[in-house]
T-cell receptor, first 114, second 112 residues
């Protein structure tokens, strides 16, 4: 069964450093997403990406965050200057369509900011 | 703003029991509802997807129902097994958006 692949599985970074989280969505999917889950809290939407541009974003997704699809397969989330409160599990997901198909999530990247 | 609530927050049952997990949402204007399983420290595994026009979906020992007008969904697990122990998340896709709104989940423990 097709999978969404995320790397790395765990990243530790110092406060103020830049991090890039990487994802390879399912090849025939058109919509790509980043979500995050702070320990013990709900899974929260960050951003959706379609046709090489951001289609929706949440209040969490401020100027410190950016997304990119640098080639035909990778989808990245960059955090420019990490803060302690950015520590969370970050999930990438993809979907065939906007409405009717379900999401497929990756296994996540656990980001720890120290 | 769509809110999703899951009850109970935690559930502990002996192996073999049938059980029901509940999910409620505040806005009935949805495209679909998806149930996920999350093992500790792991990703989200999709279990069932119900479109807004459907009443239920089944996969093996799992059955999910949807009552859109009342803003409710249930996940029924038959003959529970220790391997079913995990957190079960309900998520709705509001109409007009491609995003998902999640509940906080029900943590299930099935003891041998």
């Amino acid at each position: 069964e097709p999978e969404v692949t995320q790397t790395p599985s765990h990243q530790v970074t110092q406060m103020g450093q830049e991090v890039i989280l990487r994802c390879v969505p399912i090849s025939n999917h058109l919509y790509f997403y980043w979500y995050r889950q702070i320990l013990g809290q709900k899974v929260e939407f960050l951003v959706s990406f379609y046709n090489n541009e951001i289609s929706e974003k949440s209040e969490i997704f401020d100027d410190q965050f950016s997304v990119e699809r640098p080639d035909g397969s990778n989808f990245t989330l960059k955090i420019r200057s990490t803060k302690l409160e950015d520590s969370a599990m970050y999930f990438c997901a993809s979907s065939e369509s906007r409405e009717y198909y379900g999401y497929t999530f990756g296994s996540g990247t656990r980001l720890t900011v120290v | 703003k769509q809110e999703v609530t899951q009850i109970p927050a935690a559930l502990s049952v002996p192996e073999g029991e049938n059980l029901v997990l509940n999910c409620s949402f505040t806005d009935s204007a949805i495209y679909n509802l998806q149930w996920f399983r999350q093992d500790p420290g792991k990703g989200l595994t999709s279990l069932l997807l119900i479109q807004s026009s459907q009443r239920e979906q089944t996969s093996g020992r799992l059955n999910a129902s949807l009552d859109k007008s009342s803003g409710r969904s249930t996940l029924y697990i038959a003959a529970s097994q220790p391997g079913d122990s995990a957190t079960y998340l309900c998520a709705v896709r509001p109409a007009g958006y491609s995003t998902l709104t999640f509940g906080k989940g029900t943590m299930l423990l099935v003891s041998p």
